[in-house]
């Protein structure tokens, strides 16, 4: 807004009123001038300076963009929760307040595979950017698949390395054509198994039980070949299932185990890490086109320095829950190291089988991060 004619009909006489301002000390003469005219004019003042103001934000809105995760049911301190709450402060921090991140408490209805469909569609309600596990993100870049593998992952320096480096670049790069971009690794964790009918010792004793997994096909070949009968169920049916025995046991994260009150229907835990389950924060990719380069480049940033905030949260509290569900009457068993070398060599013919039908280039950069790590 400027100062017309019509608010200011002497220029010269504003003039004189920034002058008198100035020289008030000097002049005292000015202020019987000046204090009359600046309660006519210093209301004029103030609408220019909010004039101003609201053109300024009218030209750079603050852009709200929505991220949820696959799961409703999360508490506020769950570590991808925290998680969320860390990404959204690092972009408005690193947009100086031009993107705002709101999280979202519930998730898309539906099945992993309904959601991943409804954020690549960009469907009304859906958000700008979701936690997907990597599971779930091989219904739309089969590639992913891999990474569900028994013993694919030994420990967290080789989770680290393998989603930080080559490997996991190039299956973020995987989901180019499919609607969706992959920003940046997180963490569920690895997997354990639980048992109503006495602590895994040996890889013999999973022999013959009936075994709850996951509905996808890797998660069924390694149960079969590790000698158990595997029973395809989700998560929302698992308690019931393991209280009436319908199922002998399980496998999941600690921290899953101890939100699922699973100790009340378990009696021990068998420390195997055989599987471990990252986490991939995507975006719809036409939002992500509709941003400018610098807005992009925050979003990643972020997205990565608050996955790898995750991923620690994730762990300590992996531990605390492991303290938390011994005091819940869950009995620990850790099994020697011969006997996870039995469960891998049993797991085998499933890397070997998974793995042979892809192109050799993910084989050779998982075995490179792998070798760097060993």
Known sequence: MTISKHHIKNR????????????????????????????????LLGVVVMGTGTTAAAQSPVRQLDIA??????????????????????????????????????????????????????????????????????????????????????????????????????????????????LAWWENGFRQITTSSGPIRRAEDLHGLNFRVIGEPVFVDTARVMGTNPVPLPFNELYEALKSRRVDAQDNFTSQILAGRLYEVQSSLSLTNHSYSPLVLVANAAFWKSLSTAQQRVLQTAAIEAGHFQRQVVRYEAR????????????????????????????ESVREQYFGRYKGDLRQLYQAEIGRVQ
């Open 12 to 43: 010269s006489m504003l003039e004189t009123i920034f002058k008198c301002a100035a020289d008030m000390a000097r002049h005292v003469s000015c202020r019987t001038f000046i204090e009359p005219l600046a309660r006519l004019v210093l209301p």
């Open 69 to 182: 995760d696959y799961r409703g049911y999360l508490a506020e301190d769950h570590p991808v929760r925290q998680g969320m709450r860390k990404f959204a402060q690092l972009v408005d921090a690193g947009s100086a307040g031009n993107l705002h991140v709101n999280l979202r408490a519930g998730a898309l209805p539906g099945t992993p595979a309904k959601q991943i469909a409804a954020l690549q569609a960009g469907k009304t309600g859906a958000p700008a950017l979701m936690l997907v596990a990597s599971t779930g993100l091989s219904v739309v870049a089969k590639e992913f698949e891999l990474l569900d593998l028994p013993f694919l992952v030994r420990d967290e320096q080789q989770a680290d390395a393998l989603l930080d480096g080559a490997f996991g670049n190039a299956l973020l790069a995987r989901m180019a054509p499919t609607g969706l971009v992959g």
């Open 320 to 347: 605390a829950a492991l303290v938390a569900l011994a005091q819940h009457g869950l009995a620990i068993n850790q099994l020697d190291e011969s006997e996870l070398k039995k469960l891998n060599d049993l797991t």
